[in-house]
């Protein structure tokens, strides 16, 4: 007997009693259009969460510079000057699993705008990347550019709160601020990011090309910004005038500093205090960590055994919470959804073994003319088959409308989930398989003799 | 070999602890083309043996050799496919699949016989029906028809394999006495022109007197003369015409 035909009595002795049917495969209906929805919803939810802590920097890497030691004496995270900006553009280049790549400087000094100063806690030189990896966005005027970058123009992008504070919230675009006497003119402003994790303002920050920043503003070429080293930093670039002499005697005649800021010196090497690089997803972090790892060796030239020269971390504990949660979230919808679909298969066992009594006489009448035990099993277990597997599929049309019309009237996210939908068609057909056995091996059980004479 | 040959069968019941013999060494011959009527009142046995007969059931001991085959230790499945290829069933009460088109219900075994296609059944099924003389019906449901043409139905729907061997039940038990006179002429146009034999159970004896040989079973053993046997003394072989004649 051919599967098809199978199917096709199955699907005839179901439209003899279509009422019953459908009634019967509700349980399986809801129960997928349940599971549906909530895993669209879900994985909707779930995805709008990873953005917005990847807003805050989930898929970050940061490369550090690592521990200058000196006759057993560390000098700390940040001590030794290897970390270089083209480091940065070869991670950028040679490392598949990583987006961008933008390398930092740190300052932390005082910024004069008229009357008006602050020190803002974080001064950034960098990239136009860095809005990128930070997800960042410029509300007013625009990012500096790469030409920056390479001018070291003296240009800049403020956060809210030195907008705030050095322009009373008015719009300082074109305006001119000066930063330890060199003066950078206003870009844009950063969009409001307020408080991180650790409850600091992020938008108490000002950016600016990392070579500004390094050669004009901090003026060392070979230093970090590692506090110690920087407080006795003082040769400082001035395009107005040395206002705090306290320069020594040098051994070749000084430049003027109009000389010296018109004509900077070709620049062989300069250190970066720290490179952020994204990943391409979250997945992909420990594989991008991986490949720096490699590229970083090669570069610093790092043979096997010796330590790094440098320190890699990403924000294993923020990622793994999120998809901790992520799981929970995902395993209790799971638990419901199972358990609507077990309520589902009760309702189709019932109904299929009210559907064999009734149809005793049809099933003794089928044996009669020649169907085998077997038959008789298939022919039922078809049905239940059936059944479930119809409503599986009105299930998840229904579960899909049910998430559409959430979306379009509620505005929550939510994210087509093609697992979930072949999932349900396997789980549908499994329930149909497993609860509709037993009514099928009774029927197919039954003496031929006896069936025929039921009342 | 005749076309049936039943040699002592016995059939017994074990309810409990109890065994009950309802057929006590039975031994039976039907030729090729023969129309007989089973007769016997209730608990008689006929009912165990018509069941035997058309290999629903298998006998407790005996033998039965249908078409020079012996029967009755088959499988359930060999048994299936049996019923399926050489018998047609009639029954009193017609048994036909509700809400379902006379067409669909006279097609119903061939869904068992893989060789046929689905045009092919619909086509043979098409055949019976004009044979029995519902082409006009064929799309009715058995609760649009009248009992006499549920009866045809299921006549069809027991030809449509083109069975040798045809088994009736107390064929006209629901019908009035007139639709009853349609049927078993039927049946008996059937066994003439066709040459099917037909093995009618009924405790009517105006039904039985449209069959040429009416076997008579009381308490599990033939009772008519030439049929009842000696269990030693082997089956005999009854030529057209013994027992009552139209």
Same mark, same amino acid.
């Given at each position: 007997?051919?599967?098809?035909?199978?199917?096709?009595?199955?699907?005839?002795?179901?439209?003899?009693?279509?009422?019953?049917?459908?009634?019967?495969?509700?349980?399986?209906?809801?129960?997928?259009?349940?599971?549906?929805?909530?895993?669209?919803?879900?994985?909707?939810?779930?995805?709008?969460?990873?953005?917005?802590?990847?807003?805050?920097?989930?898929?970050?890497?940061?490369?550090?510079?690592?521990?200058?030691?000196?006759?057993?004496?560390?000098?700390?995270?940040?001590?030794?000057?290897?970390?270089?900006?083209?480091?940065?553009?070869?991670?950028?280049?040679?490392?598949?699993?990583?987006?961008?790549?933008?390398?930092?400087?740190?300052?932390?000094?005082?910024?004069?705008?008229? *009357?008006?100063?602050?020190?803002?806690?974080?001064?950034?030189?960098?990239?136009?990347?860095?809005?990128?990896?930070?997800?960042?966005?410029?509300?007013?005027?625009?990012?500096?550019?790469?030409?920056?970058?390479?001018?070291?123009?003296?240009?800049?992008?403020?956060?809210?709160?030195?907008?705030?504070?050095?322009?009373?919230?008015?719009?300082?675009?074109?305006?001119?601020?000066?930063?330890?006497?060199?003066?950078?003119?206003?870009?844009?402003?950063?969009?409001?990011? $307020?408080?991180?994790?650790?409850?600091?303002?992020?938008?108490?920050?000002?950016?600016?090309?990392?070579?500004?920043?390094?050669?004009?503003?901090? $003026?060392?070429?070979?230093?970090?910004?590692?506090?110690?080293?920087?407080?006795?930093?003082?040769?400082?670039?001035?395009?107005?005038?040395?206002?705090?002499?306290?320069?020594?005697?040098?051994?070749?005649?000084?430049?003027?500093?109009?000389?010296?800021?018109?004509?900077?010196?070709?620049?062989?090497?300069?250190?970066?205090?720290?490179?952020?690089?994204?990943?391409?997803?979250?997945?992909?972090?420990?594989?991008?960590?991986?490949?720096?790892?490699?590229?970083?060796?090669?570069?610093?030239?790092?043979?096997?055994?010796?330590?790094?020269?440098?320190?890699?971390?990403?924000?294993?504990?923020?990622? *793994?919470?999120?998809?901790?949660?992520?799981?929970?979230?995902?395993?209790?919808?799971?638990?419901?959804?199972?358990?609507?679909?077990?309520?589902?298969?009760?309702?189709?066992?019932?109904?299929?073994?009210?559907?064999?009594?009734?149809?005793?006489?049809?099933?003794?009448?089928?044996?009669?003319?020649?169907?085998?035990?077997?038959?008789?099993?298939?022919?039922?277990?078809?049905?239940?088959?059936?059944?479930?597997?119809?409503?599986?599929?009105? $299930?998840?049309?229904?579960?899909?409308?049910?998430?559409?019309?959430?979306?379009?009237?509620?505005?929550?996210?939510?994210?087509?989930?093609?697992?979930?939908?072949?999932?349900?068609?396997?789980?549908?057909?499994?329930?149909?398989?497993?609860?509709?056995?037993?009514?099928?091996?009774?029927?197919?059980?039954?003496?031929?003799?006896?069936?025929?004479?039921?009342? | 070999?005749?076309?049936?040959?039943?040699?002592?069968?016995?059939?017994?019941?074990?309810?409990? @602890?109890?065994?009950?013999?309802?057929?006590?060494?039975?031994?039976?011959?039907?030729?090729?083309?023969?129309?007989?009527?089973?007769?016997?009142?209730?608990?008689?046995?006929?009912?165990?043996?018509?069941?035997?007969?058309?290999?629903?059931?298998?006998?407790?001991?005996?033998?039965?050799?249908?078409?020079?085959?012996?029967?009755?230790?088959?499988?359930?499945?060999?048994?299936?496919?049996?019923?399926?290829?050489?018998?047609?069933?009639?029954?009193?009460?017609?048994?036909?699949?509700?809400?379902?088109?006379?067409?669909?219900?006279?097609?119903?075994?061939?869904?068992?016989?893989?060789?046929?296609? @689905?045009?092919?059944?619909?086509?043979?099924?098409?055949?019976?029906?004009?044979?029995?003389?519902?082409?006009?019906?064929? @799309?009715?449901?058995?609760?649009?028809?009248?009992?006499?043409?549920?009866?045809?139905?299921?006549?069809?729907?027991?030809?449509?394999?083109?069975?040798?061997?045809?088994?009736?039940?107390?064929?006209?038990?629901?019908?009035?006495?007139?639709?009853?006179?349609?049927?078993?002429?039927?049946?008996?146009?059937?066994?003439?022109?066709?040459?099917?034999?037909?093995?009618?159970?009924?405790?009517?004896?105006?039904?039985?007197?449209?069959?040429?040989?009416?076997?008579?079973?009381?308490?599990?053993?033939?009772?008519?003369?030439?049929?009842?046997?000696?269990?030693?003394?082997?089956?005999?072989?009854?030529?057209?015409?013994?027992?009552?004649?139209?």
């Amino acid at each position: 007997m051919k599967v098809y035909r199978t199917i096709r009595t199955a699907m005839k002795a179901l439209r003899r009693n279509p009422m019953r049917a459908l009634l019967t495969t509700l349980g399986i209906m809801i129960g997928v259009a349940a599971v549906i929805a909530m895993m669209e919803i879900g994985a909707g939810s779930s995805a709008a969460v990873q953005k917005s802590i990847s807003s805050m920097g989930a898929n970050v890497v940061l490369v550090m510079p690592g521990t200058a030691t000196s006759s057993g004496i560390s000098f700390g995270s940040g001590s030794v000057t290897t970390l270089t900006p083209d480091d940065a553009q070869a991670i950028l280049r040679e490392c598949p699993a990583v987006r961008t790549a933008a390398p930092a400087v740190r300052a932390r000094t005082q910024v004069v705008c008229g *009357n008006r100063n602050w020190v803002p806690s974080s001064m950034y030189g960098t990239t136009p990347a860095f809005l990128d990896v930070r997800d960042w966005t410029v509300v007013d005027g625009d990012s500096f550019t790469e030409r920056d970058v390479l001018n070291a123009n003296k240009v800049c992008l403020l956060g809210q709160t030195l907008v705030r504070e050095l322009f009373d919230g008015a719009s300082p675009i074109g305006k001119e601020i000066r930063v330890k006497n060199v003066a950078f003119r206003v870009v844009g402003v950063l969009g409001p990011k $307020g408080a991180n994790m650790m409850g600091m303002d992020q938008d108490d920050i000002l950016l600016a090309p990392w070579t500004t920043i390094k050669y004009r503003v901090t $003026g060392s070429t070979l230093q970090s910004a590692n506090q110690s080293a920087a407080a006795a930093a003082s040769s400082t670039v001035n395009t107005l005038s040395n206002l705090y002499p306290g320069g020594q005697a040098g051994l070749y005649p000084q430049q003027s500093e109009v000389q010296a800021a018109d004509t900077p010196l070709p620049v062989r090497f300069a250190n970066v205090d720290q490179v952020l690089v994204t990943a391409r997803s979250a997945p992909e972090i420990p594989a991008a960590i991986s490949q720096m790892t490699a590229l970083l060796h090669e570069r610093h030239h790092i043979r096997p055994g010796e330590s790094d020269d440098f320190t890699i971390r990403d924000m294993t504990e923020m990622s *793994n919470t999120l998809s901790s949660t992520t799981k929970l979230m995902t395993n209790l919808l799971l638990c419901v959804a199972m358990i609507s679909l077990v309520v589902g298969g009760v309702g189709i066992m019932n109904i299929m073994l009210v559907s064999v009594t009734e149809r005793t006489r049809e099933i003794g009448l089928r044996m009669s003319v020649g169907a085998r035990a077997r038959d008789i099993l298939r022919q039922f277990l078809v049905e239940a088959v059936v059944l479930c597997l119809v409503g599986g599929a009105v $299930g998840i049309l229904l579960g899909h409308g049910g998430s559409t019309l959430v979306r379009m009237l509620l505005h929550w996210p939510v994210q087509t989930s093609p697992t979930a939908i072949a999932a349900s068609v396997v789980v549908s057909a499994a329930v149909g398989i497993l609860f509709g056995y037993y009514p099928a091996w009774k029927a197919s059980r039954l003496d031929p003799i006896e069936a025929l004479r039921y009342e | 070999m005749e076309f049936i040959e039943l040699h002592n069968v016995y059939k017994t019941y074990y309810i409990g @602890d109890i065994d009950v013999p309802v057929l006590k060494g039975v031994s039976l011959t039907v030729a090729r083309g023969e129309m007989v009527a089973l007769m016997g009142a209730s608990g008689s046995g006929k009912s165990t043996l018509m069941n035997i007969l058309g290999c629903l059931d298998h006998p407790t001991s005996g033998e039965y050799w249908l078409e020079g085959r012996e029967i009755s230790r088959l499988t359930a499945d060999q048994r299936a496919m049996v019923r399926n290829r050489q018998l047609g069933f009639v029954f009193q009460n017609f048994n036909l699949l509700p809400r379902t088109s006379a067409l669909e219900n006279v097609a119903m075994p061939l869904t068992y016989t893989s060789d046929l296609s @689905d045009r092919e059944a619909r086509h043979r099924a098409r055949e019976v029906l004009v044979r029995v003389g519902l082409q006009d019906r064929l @799309d009715h449901e058995p609760s649009q028809l009248s009992g006499g043409q549920q009866q045809r139905v299921a006549i069809a729907r027991a030809l449509v394999n083109h069975p040798p061997l045809l088994f009736a039940d107390e064929p006209t038990g629901n019908l009035d006495s007139h639709t009853s006179e349609d049927i078993l002429r039927m049946f008996k146009q059937l066994n003439e022109s066709d040459g099917i034999t037909i093995i009618m159970v009924t405790h009517d004896a105006e039904v039985a007197r449209h069959a040429r040989r009416t076997i008579h079973i009381h308490d599990g053993v033939i009772v008519n003369g030439e049929q009842t046997h000696n269990p030693e003394a082997g089956p005999v072989g009854t030529a057209l015409g013994s027992g009552d004649t139209v």
